[in-house]
């Protein structure tokens, strides 16, 4: 299947509570560009959101995420069922996709820290990993950051150096080839962060 999501995964049944997720087909390693942000996901502001019928609103406050300029994203491919964990296998640096910031086995579901993604209220967490927060906050980002921009130097170098099936999608190529040499470079990922003046002012 043609997707920006990266092409060795697949959507697994995970149960009744968490519906669908995202699992990866083969080993994909650290640094592996996981997902990249494209053309074909669909950009809504609030206004047109408030204007759509109530089902289309159901769909798109469960499968979309809000960008850092406060525009809901909804994912054409299976990208939308990543599912949160805790101890999320992919992150976002300040460019528009993700990598994967430890070695993914063939088998295991790749997951992201939804409050990086403009969270608007709180959830109840059952990712049952031992770092389980038990409830996901949208201010977790506030504690998290630097320890998720560590993570995410920590991988960058290997990005250069593993298979990039997405290369030809990343928009930021000539940078994010500086930050995988010199990660004092990359960007943070605070940059996908919302104030929340302007989300108050969104919604
Ligand atoms: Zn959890």
Request: hydrophobic share 35%.
């Amino acid at each position: 299947m043609m997707s920006m999501i990266h092409p060795s995964t697949e959507l697994r049944f995970v149960g009744d509570r968490v519906g669908y997720g995202v699992f990866a087909t083969r080993d994909i390693p650290r640094g592996t560009i996981t997902w990249v942000r494209d053309k074909l996901d669909q950009t809504f502001s609030a206004d047109e959101i408030r204007q759509m019928h109530e089902n289309y609103q159901r769909i798109i406050g469960k499968y979309g995420y809000t960008d850092r300029h406060g525009k809901t994203i909804l994912c054409w491919d299976h990208a939308r069922f990543m599912n949160h964990s805790c101890a999320a296998t992919c992150l976002s640096a300040g460019y528009d996709f993700e990598i994967a910031i430890r070695d993914v086995r063939a088998g295991e579901e790749l997951t992201d820290d939804y409050s990086t993604l403009n969270l608007e209220s709180s959830f109840a967490c059952a990712c049952s990993n031992a770092t389980c927060r038990g409830h996901v906050h949208p201010d977790d980002r506030t504690h998290s950051a630097d320890r998720w921009d560590d993570l995410l130097r920590a991988s960058f170098p290997q990005i250069p150096r593993v298979e990039q099936p997405l290369w030809w999608l990343v928009k930021e190529k000539d940078d994010v080839l500086l930050a995988s040499a010199d990660v004092s470079l990359m960007r943070s990922c605070r940059l996908h962060f919302v104030e929340q003046r302007s989300l108050a002012s969104v919604h």
